[in-house]
């Protein structure tokens, strides 16, 4: 099953949540959700290409993080695990929020991807996420990965001592990963931006459902962007 869509807060938690399963989007906007833009638990494994989420600049709305990943809260190790596939994804935050969070034993293949303008990238939590995602650089399961990606926020990634090994060297130690200002007008790129080809989809992990695209974000340009004529972007 696939689906495509725009979910736009209107006074209402909107946000783009699934519950288990396989379903597969392509093409979906988040605007201004009162909760976390993306959010996934009970296991869901579904792939999702090209999706923005603009988080709003008023501080009097209610917002939480740009994703955030579960794999079971009742059992971070239930199987089948949450490993989900995004690719050519933009998160745009505002102050005080937190662009990444995959947590509770979720796996997740990650890429081409812009994290940015939030007070913190990416912070991964709980022990079994940590376990189910190997160890950095060279011991990697698979389970949870990053490629592709900008990171550009005020602090890149959590630190916590207690954790195992560091957000920081999972994100340095896969190909790929810049830590840069993205430089986006609105959500597009400027034309001469440094990731705008060669950054191409790993064929093992991205089936046949990912178009082969190699740039970076959710839209090449602003003359391409697939959202025209279902789409606008209000200032907020």
Known sequence: ????????????????????????????????????????????????????????????VETDKGMEGDNLEQNNDATPRAQPKFANVTLIGRAGELGMNPRRGTGGNFSNMIVTDFDVCINIDSPSTFTAAGTPPHDLTGVLTMENTIVNCVTNFAIDAADPWTTASWFTSQPGNTEQDPQLDGVFPLPNANYLSGFVLDPTVFDEFFDKVDYIGAVRSEDSAWYYNWAIFLEQ
Request: charged share 15%; glycine share 14%.
């Open 1 to 60: 099953m696939s689906l495509s869509g725009i979910f736009h807060q209107g006074g209402l938690r909107n946000e783009k949540t699934v519950f288990g399963g396989t379903v597969n989007i392509k093409h979906v906007i988040v605007t201004a959700a009162e909760d976390d833009s993306y959010d996934w638990t009970g296991g869901y494994s579904g792939s999702i290409q090209y999706a923005i989420a603009r988080q709003s600049l008023d501080q009097t």
